[in-house]
């Protein structure tokens, strides 16, 4: 069974995100409230293959990350790449370029993106009042998300408060109080000790559809079964949660707390920020 729904609020005030994060803080799903002023609702649009974003940045050199669908950073496979961003998006999220057989091409994901140093592009999406919120009131980074549908980051805490925009899209996070780390097994990497080991998306473990199934056979069965098990019980912990964004909607997540992301039935783009 799934973890319950965060609580949803539809309207957010820095006074208001400032008690919460005063007492124990829990997830929060957070309607429109927060993003109806950016022109990115508007002007970011697939229809004319987002030409808001790649004007004079065609040509700029992102860093995505590819790997097979349903694994995150942690597979053996995943890798990082360097391109420019308009053939990132005319290939990976558009489907411009053909291919003889799509079901065999890669997940190319633009992660946690620095594209917002570009003023032109972060006047789209100002920062947030909200952002002030924190016990510093300082924001450490703010981030673009661009993924094709079924994007999947695996769980992982930060040391930051986070708050994350669905623009564009929709986007469903899985998320867990800091008291889950003995059940999502930390990674022994020392550079991935805040990611856990669980290989695959919890849709994978815990399918609605046949078609989520497809993509694990290469999954031991006792790998499935066990990261099931140990989900299970994570869910169980108290605050607990799944937010599902839809566009322009938001999740905060404590600093400390666990979650996972999964890209919707379509491509996706968000702003995340991180904040003290």
Not at 106 to 114: F, N
Not at 146 to 169: A, K
Not at 234 to 239: D, S, T, V, Y
């Amino acid at each position: 069974m799934l973890p319950p729904c965060a609580r949803f609020i539809s309207h957010l005030t820095l006074p208001a995100l400032r008690e919460h994060l005063s007492c124990a803080p829990t997830p929060l799903h957070v309607g429109q409230s927060l993003t109806t002023h950016w022109a990115a609702r508007q002007a970011w649009r697939t229809g004319d293959d987002f030409r808001a974003i790649r004007t004079g940045r065609e040509d700029r050199e992102v860093e995505i990350e590819v790997g097979k669908r349903g694994r995150g950073y942690l597979d053996p496979d995943f890798q990082r790449i360097h391109m420019g961003l308009g053939l990132f998006l005319d290939a990976f999220i558009l489907d411009k370029i053909p291919s003889s057989d799509p079901a065999s091409l890669p997940v190319a994901y633009l992660a946690q993106s620095d594209l917002l140093d570009d003023p032109a592009l972060a006047a789209d999406v100002p920062a947030l009042d909200v952002f002030k919120a924190g016990p510093q009131a300082t924001v450490y980074r703010r981030t673009l998300w661009i993924g094709p549908r079924g994007s999947f980051t695996p769980f992982h805490r930060d040391p930051y408060i986070g708050l994350y925009s669905q623009v564009i899209g929709s986007k469903t996070f899985y998320v867990l109080p800091p008291e889950a780390a003995p059940l999502l097994d930390p990674s022994t990497d020392p550079r991935h000790t805040n990611t856990s080991t669980i290989p695959i998306p919890v849709s994978s473990l815990f399918p609605n559809s046949s078609q989520e199934l497809q993509g694990i056979d290469d999954i031991p069965p006792r790998i499935i079964n066990r990261s099931r098990e140990k989900l299970e019980e994570a869910f169980k912990l108290p605050g607990a949660s799944t937010v599902s964004l839809q566009a322009g909607e938001s999740v905060l997540v404590p600093e400390g707390w666990w979650h996972s992301a999964e890209g919707g039935d379509t491509a996706g783009i968000g702003v995340g920020a991180w904040f003290r």
